[in-house]
């Protein structure tokens, strides 16, 4: 293949090597690095994306040279730790992915360099507390527990603390705790009969998610309520464990090994009977999706689970194709500023959650793609909180300008950010309320209790 400028293909991606010892060679990938941040400086046509960007061309315009040979390979870092691995530039921007021969996968070629770090023993304390999803979440809803936590999370001088000692931002707003986990309050199915669709299994396994199991299983019940309501008998993954996007994101890779040890034989079983696997929460999604196949690339079960993997509203949309849902809603929403999350955007199956919401009769939805800052754990630490409000700001900015019923994302995470970031920007409270998707369903259908656990 000749070199050309651009490409015009599909993005393609090839399978993450990280076990050969070379991924770990501190000069081979210093030796990456310097490539590829070349072509980025010759291009900069990700600026606007994640801070990674603007950090590598501000070292490179401050350096002796102007070029990336002026750069130190010890601040190389810098631009590494700006990056959330959200996979936007490589699936919405960059000209020079593969097939091109170029062959640049800026995203991956942080998590090399971030697996690098991690192995050296270079990772903090408080950035594997916080990835360890599960371990916090178990001790944080133990009875009474719970309700220390929750009140440190909102007491300024808690919140002081733990900006001193673990790097968590003070001003960050932290998601409570449930009291009983979704696991523990989702009802069991009514035996609906399965109606295979030709794009959709009649019938679904739910994989919880850290998120929806430990901060709202009001989400996960909005889920059910939906699934109840179209006659489609489902079933909730016993003894999951986290997707193991955290710990990708720390470049702690044995870590996201052993947690697909445990979560994927179980959804492979189902996916071989059958079901279609949902979860809430669009970073596990990608990561069964995407991430997981080029991990462990050859791993049948682990195809077989990425194949059975869809976002919920990309399996509602296919079942309406199919012709069984239900669209006799009967509450109107008015306003709705819906956030399409990174980790949607790059799943490939379009803007499915805002074509359900445009069913809704009465309901005007306004649409914004764009990176809202927060990203996982990224957007709590202290050093990154203010950069974190930066990106978001034209995102808070366009939600709140129609002047919402309705602030919602398919990410919770990102969905808190949001409110917060508009209620700064206003320095008042703003009436809208923020509700999931899911939520924002339930309450088209008319269903009591949408959104709570109740």
């Known amino acids: 293949m000749t070199t050309r400028e ?8 090839h399978a993450i090597d990280w076990r050969n010892p070379e991924f770990y060679d501190r000069a081979s990938v210093d030796k990456e690095l310097e490539r590829v941040f070349d072509i980025c400086h010759g291009c900069r046509r990700c600026v606007s994306l994640c801070n990674s960007f603007p950090t590598l061309f501000d070292l490179i315009d401050e350096g002796k040279t102007g070029e990336v040979d002026g750069v130190a390979k010890a601040d190389y870092d810098k631009v590494v730790d700006q990056c959330y691995l959200c996979d936007v530039c ?12 170029w062959n640049v996968d800026f995203p991956h070629l942080m998590l090399r360099a971030k697996a690098q770090k991690f192995q050296r023993g270079e990772t903090s304390f408080r950035d594997r507390l916080l990835t360890s999803t599960d371990r916090l979440g178990k001790l944080a809803t133990i009875p009474v527990v719970v309700q220390i936590v929750n009140k440190a999370n909102t007491t300024p001088l808690a919140r002081r603390a733990m900006d001193a000692v673990l790097g968590v931002h003070r001003e960050r707003e932290l998601p409570p705790y449930a009291r009983k986990r979704f696991d523990e309050v989702a009802p069991p199915t009514v035996a609906w009969p399965v109606r295979d669709g030709q794009r959709t299994p009649g019938k679904v396994a739910i994989f919880s ?10 989400i996960g ?10 006659e489609i008998p489902y079933t909730i993954v016993e003894k999951e464990v986290c997707c193991g996007m ?3 994101e720390l470049g702690d890779l044995e870590s ?7 979560n994927i034989p179980k959804l492979a079983d189902y996916a071989r009977q059958g079901y279609a696997i949902l979860t809430a929460v669009p970073s596990c999604t990608l990561m069964f999706k995407s991430e997981m196949p080029l991990l462990f ?4 079960a682990v195809r077989l689970v990425a194949d059975a993997m869809f976002d919920p509203f990309e399996y509602i949309v296919a079942r309406d194709k199919d012709g069984l849902l239900k669209k006799d809603f009967v509450k109107p929403l008015g306003k709705v500023s819906y956030h399409i999350p990174c980790h949607s955007r790059v799943q490939n199956v379009g803007q499915k959650t805002r074509e359900v919401l445009e069913w809704i009769p009465d309901t005007a939805v306004t649409t914004v793609e764009r990176c809202a800052g927060h990203d996982g754990t990224w957007g709590v630490k202290t050093e990154f909180f203010a950069t974190s409000m930066k990106i978001g700001r034209p995102v808070f900015r366009q939600m709140a300008e129609p002047d919402p019923d309705y602030v919602s994302s398919d990410c919770p995470i990102a969905g ?25 369903l339930c309450i088209a259908y008319g269903f009591a209790g949408a959104g709570t656990t109740q």
């Open 416 to 440: 808190r950010a949001i409110m917060q970031g508009i209620e700064q920007a206003q320095q008042a409270p703003t009436h809208a309320t923020k509700a999931h998707p899911l939520t924002l």
């Open 297 to 300: 690339a050859g791993d049948e």
């Open 90 to 101: 490589y699936m919405t921007k960059c000209p020079y992915v593969p097939p091109h021969p």
């Open 209 to 218: 998610t850290c998120y929806v199991n430990y901060n709202e299983p009001g």
């Open 221 to 230: 019940l909005d889920l059910l309520r939906v699934l109840e309501h179209n």
């Open 246 to 248: 955290p710990k990708l």
């Open 256 to 262: 996201v090994e052993k947690l697909k040890d445990i």
């Open 6 to 13: 651009g490409s015009l293909e599909a993005p393609t991606r």
